[in-house]
């Protein structure tokens, strides 16, 4: 069955940095869109970012660009999201998410056919 493992989540200062993974079973990873979402507590889930199948394209929101990255890679099964410059406002629960449809410009969870269980990231002012 398919599974979906974050990890790398945890607690950091403002300004600091965290790298988080996503470590996928269970599927042919390189045929699969990928992408990150977070949700804080009473927040609806907010799209973070998306990488195309072979990691050539990727697509993210003003609120991460230019401090976030996403990457994979496809020898590995496995997706990462570089986080700089994290802010209190970045505080939230991320989800690794994986797509059947090979569009990667979509910020919406319905997109989306598999979820991890997700990785608490908390930054401190």
């Known amino acids: 069955q398919v599974r979906l493992v974050e990890s790398g989540g945890g607690l950091v200062q403002a300004g600091g940095s965290l790298r988080l993974s996503c470590a996928a079973s269970?599927?042919?990873?390189?045929?699969?869109?990928m992408g990150w979402f977070r949700q804080a507590p009473g927040k609806d889930r907010e799209f973070v970012s998306a990488?195309?199948?072979?990691?050539?394209?990727?697509y993210y929101p003003d609120s991460v660009k230019g401090r976030f990255t996403i990457s994979r890679d496809n020898a590995k099964n496995t997706m990462y999201l570089q986080m700089n410059s994290l802010r209190p406002e970045d505080t939230a629960v991320y989800y690794c998410?994986?797509?059947?449809?090979?569009?990667?410009?979509?910020?919406?969870?319905?997109?989306?056919?598999?979820w991890g269980q997700g990785t608490q990231v908390t930054v401190s002012s």
């Open positions: 269970g599927l042919t990873f390189s045929r699969y869109t």
């Open positions: 990488i195309s199948r072979s990691g050539g394209d990727t």
């Open positions: 998410a994986a797509s059947f449809q090979a569009i990667v410009r979509v910020a919406t969870a319905e997109h989306y056919d598999y």
